[in-house]
């Protein structure tokens, strides 16, 4: 196709995905549901699961084979900045005063998936359409666990600010329990990434220079940009120059990682993290947060949306494995979760509230299985069946916390305490 018609083309789907991204997302809020919800479900919505399946000649003229490595740089993009965003609301305070306290929850919330995982892939290793031809079991099972045990830390987080839980034992217990699993469960993903199909000497390279860095980006890279960070601070203003070298550093961090033989994700979360908190964080959130969340994760969702295939779960053999999937992952993390916070403590509202918080999946459950697809991990049955998974999940978190807890608000551990306020879910 000549550019400017492969121009006009992907023009022609942005517009569409940004049309049903906003409609979706209005009406997820307006049934009391988060709007990354909405967004989710139309990715899904514009594939071949419904769109494709109605009008599938129409479906296919617009969303050509042509324009989706367009599709796919553009979501990737949005998905790097996206976990730069999170990193960079990522509150390593409350994180470090609310850790000791929420590793029995965050155990529990990884020990048993991991096992529930295992267990699964039994099974699962002998159905057809799944995983790769060549995983290893060890390898299934690792990923099934991640898959299973991975929170949506920022819905999660979106949740208690706008309930003004942030101060209270519910709030720092969720959410220090939810980091601790989400980084447990991209440190296996990344293991399984480097190992499958390069040996143990990637694997090797990949976790030891993950953590090199990781070390490097927490103990040293804050300071070095603190002076820029203390500019800002005085001067309420910060310059293109002084953008341009972020987002420089941005996917500098995101090219090591990779380099390492880890996703670029990681690296622009850990980058988020090591930035100087104040002005400068208020004021890169605010530039880019929009064009992230309002124009690029739409194209990563309809990405994924466009390689998922709802109409296999028209087989028993499908349904009947997503079903075991689906409620075994409800039962492994929620329960979990609930079991742990009642032998750490907590009351049975509290802890079946953090149950239901730390199950949902939402945007980091499809960011690990997108990345899991494009390695050759899994295939596009098992794809197509952790995508649903995550929708239900996510669309269970809400309406769950609101039985379960109603307008009845604690009190706040400390009145000081700062609050948490993610925007980017």
């Known amino acids: 196709m ?41 990715g899904v919505v514009l594939g071949p699961s419904l769109f494709g399946l109605f009008l599938p000649e129409l479906q296919q003229s617009i969303f050509i084979a042509d324009t989706m490595p367009l599709l796919y740089i553009g979501g990737q993009i949005g998905v790097g900045l996206y976990m730069f965003l999170v990193g960079l609301e990522f509150n390593t305070q409350l994180f470090r005063q609310q850790a000791r306290s929420a590793v029995g929850v965050s155990l529990a919330g990884m020990v048993v998936p991991f096992a529930v995982g295992a267990l699964l892939c039994l099974w699962l290793l002998d159905q057809p359409g799944l995983f790769a031809a060549n995983i290893s079991f060890g390898n299934a099972a690792l990923f099934m666990g991640a898959a299973i045990a991975i929170t949506a830390f920022p819905m999660l987080a979106r949740i208690i600010y706008e309930r003004n839980l942030a101060g209270t ?33 990637l694997a090797i390279k990949a976790v030891i220079g993950g953590v090199l860095y990781a070390s490097f980006m927490l103990l040293k890279a804050r300071g070095w940009l603190q002076p820029m960070a203390d500019k800002v601070q005085q001067t309420g203003v910060l310059t293109s120059p002084q953008l341009l070298l972020v987002l420089c550093l941005w996917g500098a961090s995101a090219y090591a990682m990779d380099w390492v033989g880890l996703h670029a994700v990681f690296g622009g979360f850990l980058f988020g993290i090591a930035m100087p908190r104040g002005k400068i964080t208020e004021i890169i959130g605010s530039r880019l947060n929009k064009i992230t969340v309002f124009l690029l994760l739409p194209m990563f969702f309809t990405y994924s949306g466009l390689k998922t295939q709802l109409n296999v779960l028209g087989s028993w053999e499908v349904l009947s494995i997503a079903l075991l999937i689906l409620a075994s992952s409800i039962f492994a993390k929620g329960v979990a979760c609930w079991a742990a916070a009642r032998i750490g403590g907590a009351d049975n509202r509290t802890a079946m509230a953090v149950g239901a918080l730390m199950n949902s999946r939402g ?63």
């Open 2 to 42: 000549e550019t400017p018609a492969l121009a006009w083309a992907f023009a022609q789907q942005l517009l569409i995905i940004l049309i049903a991204a906003q409609l979706f997302g209005f009406l997820a809020k307006y049934i009391g549901q988060p709007k990354v919800v909405g967004e989710m479900i139309a």
């Open 169 to 201: 034992s519910l709030g720092t217990l969720a959410l220090a329990a939810g980091a601790i699993d989400d980084a447990a469960a991209w440190l296996v993903l990344a293991v399984v990434l480097a190992s499958f199909g390069g040996g143990s000497a």
């Open 363 to 425: 945007l980091m459950e499809l960011i690990i299985i997108n990345i899991a697809l494009s390695y050759g991990v899994i295939q596009q049955n098992l794809f197509s069946i952790m995508v649903l998974m995550a929708i239900v999940t996510t669309l269970m978190a809400t309406p769950l916390f609101q039985l379960v807890y109603g307008r009845h608000l604690p009190k706040p551990l400390n009145p000081t305490q700062p609050t948490v306020a993610v925007k980017v879910s």
